[in-house]
């Protein structure tokens, strides 16, 4: 099993819709990421969170919300997708401990919004 | 404003060769820089993390410098292999976030 695991991993919804992105891991880290990439921009933050009860906006929060429902999980919302939400999405995790920031990332999900 | 800034164009060297990449970054001041291998369709895997207080680092046939007068790092890969084709990303702590840069892609020809 995938130490970071993201569902789904495709999904097509249709503008307007609330959709809720999952990720899960299983390492043990404090510190989790949600990211989009699309071409030509490369990995661009959303959200981030150093523990259940830290939560901060990335570069490109606006649109997405997120919870962090226990240590081990972290989900991502768009509350009413549109069209340029269209991306392939990540998770990462690292652990703040030991000062090692090397982060883990999930499989990715790739959503299209129509 | 913040960047993190990798050549954009792709890098096409033959096998054999060092393939040497460049991340370049403004008003950051990292205590980490971290290098990245991304395949098509898959996140990011981590291979070399280099502190602000290191000149280089290696490990095995790549090799990590970092220049924090110049704000630069270098991401060397000594003889080349064809699967070492894919994105590398540089990322950087930047205020306690995790920020990358856009990636170059690298191909290296038979």
Redo the contacts between chains.
């Keep these: 099993d995938a130490d ?1 695991t993201q569902t789904p991993r495709n999904r097509i919804t249709k503008t307007g819709k609330r959709i809720m992105l999952e990720c899960s891991q299983t390492k043990g880290h404090d510190r989790m ?1 949600w ?1 989009r990439q699309d071409p ?6 959303i959200y ?1 969170s ?1 523990d259940v009860k830290d939560i ?1 906006k ?2 490109i929060s606006d649109g997405y919300s997120v919870s962090r429902q226990a240590q081990a999980k972290f989900s991502l919302s768009l509350e009413s997708a549109i069209p340029n939400q269209t991306a ?1 999405y ?1 998770c ?1 995790t ?1 652990d703040s401990t030991g000062g ?9 999900t ?1 959503l299209t919004v129509v | 404003s913040q960047k993190i800034e990798q050549n954009s164009e792709a890098l096409n060297i033959q096998e054999g060769k060092t393939a040497t990449l460049t991340c370049n970054y403004t008003n950051y001041s990292p205590a980490y820089l971290q290098w990245y291998r991304q395949d098509p369709g898959r996140g990011p895997v981590f291979l070399l993390l280099i502190r602000e207080n290191e000149k280089e680092k290696r490990k095995e046939r790549l090799k990590v410098t970092f220049d924090t007068t110049l704000k630069q790092s270098l991401f060397h890969i000594t003889a080349s292999q064809p699967a070492d084709s894919a994105t590398y990303l540089c990322a950087l702590t930047g205020f306690q976030k995790l920020v990358f840069g856009t990636g170059t892609r690298l191909l290296v020809s038979p």
């Excluded at chain 1, 090692?100 to 990715?108: D, I, L, R």
């Design positions: 970071v990421y990211y030509g921009l490369g990995l661009r933050l981030y150093f901060n990335g570069e392939l990540f990462a690292s090692n920031t090397e982060a883990f990332f999930g499989q990715g790739r």
